[in-house]
């Protein structure tokens, strides 16, 4: 990898209203590069219909030493469970 090439995260949307879906990483020197990239490695066949290129130095994830606080059920909440609220007689659609 040269110095001014950097990595890419491609994301793919396959249909008009289905989620994006990540699809690999590309390199490129700047986001036009990277969108050629992309579309040639991912799209080459019509497989997508949009895409979204990201630098992968800007995407944000959960530190794994600090996993756990984030994706804890917490069961000390319980109001934050359905089964805590009684719904009222009579109220058909909530």
């Not at 799209?43 to 984030?70: F, H, K, Q, T």
């Not at 109001?79 to 109220?91: E, L, Q, S, W």
């Amino acid at each position: 990898m040269e110095s001014g090439d950097k990595v890419w995260e491609v994301f793919i949307q396959k249909k008009s209203g289905l989620p994006f879906k990540h699809a690999g990483s590309v390199h490129g020197y700047d986001k036009k590069m990277a969108v050629q990239n992309a579309r040639d490695a991912y799209c080459r066949r019509g497989e997508g219909r949009e895409l979204w290129v990201v630098p992968a130095n800007c995407i944000v994830s959960v530190p794994m030493d600090e996993a756990e606080a984030y994706f804890d059920p917490q069961e000390d909440k319980i109001y934050r469970h359905p089964t805590f609220y009684v719904i009222p007689d009579g109220v058909e659609n909530l």
